[in-house]
């Protein structure tokens, strides 16, 4: 099973950042938080990952605590083409333990 | 940068026939490969990995099997096919010993 704990689904205005939670609280330390998205009937695709600093590339902004126990993925303009499930992920090497992630609906 | 395809799309089988679904990687050498299988409503499930040619590890005991020929040639196999194993079967591939991995379009396979 999953370790992470993620929202069954948001919804967000398009046009505006949309906020995506994730608790990790039994993260080891050298494992990294990851985030994949998923659209419909696509395979996921590789977003952003993150040890301890906060992250920023293209697609979104990750923001993780000071204890890393929880972190939040920043769509800063969402558009309807995000809408997708959003998984967050510890990472271990062979292995990335997907779980059920959050219905991200972005409507008009 | 790696591109991974797999084919075919889509697949509808008898239960009781054989399976074979391919995977292969353009772009990089020596990747890490890894066949994930998403059931209907559910997340996506770890069913083998190999970080090199031949060598194969098993995730969940089931009846599928997975081989690796060549270096960037990464195969899924059932001899007999249930019900259970419908679902949208996935390819991906890391490089460099680092955890991202990147993911193929998927095969989805009903099984009747």
């Known amino acids: 099973d999953a370790k992470t704990t993620q929202p069954p689904s948001m919804d967000c205005a398009e046009g505006r950042a949309a906020n995506l939670p994730c608790n990790h609280s039994t993260i080891s330390g050298n494992e990294y938080v990851y985030w994949y998205r998923q659209i419909h009937s696509q395979g996921p695709q590789y977003i952003i990952h993150g040890l301890k600093n906060n992250e920023t590339n293209e697609m979104a902004s990750l923001i993780i605590t000071e204890d890393r126990k929880s972190s939040t993925l920043i769509l800063p303009h969402a558009t309807l083409r995000d809408t997708a499930v959003y998984y967050c992920?510890?990472?271990?090497?062979?292995?990335?333990?997907f779980g059920k992630g959050t219905s991200l609906l972005v409507t008009p | 940068s790696q591109t991974i395809h797999q084919w075919p799309a889509t697949l509808v089988q008898p239960v009781g026939s054989p399976l074979s679904l391919e995977c292969t990687v353009e772009g990089t050498s020596n990747p890490n490969l890894y066949w994930y299988r998403q059931a209907a409503g559910r997340g996506l499930q770890l069913l083998f990995y190999?970080?090199?040619?031949?060598?194969i590890s098993s995730e969940v005991p089931q009846n599928l099997s997975a081989s690796r020929p060549q270096d960037r040639q990464f195969i899924l196999s059932s001899k007999k096919l249930l019900l259970s194993d419908s679902g949208f079967y996935l390819c991906a591939c890391s490089i460099g010993g680092t955890d991202t991995q990147y993911f193929g379009p998927g095969t989805r396979l009903t099984v009747l």
């Open positions: 992920i510890e990472g271990r090497l062979y292995a990335l333990n």
């Open positions: 190999s970080v090199g040619i031949g060598q």
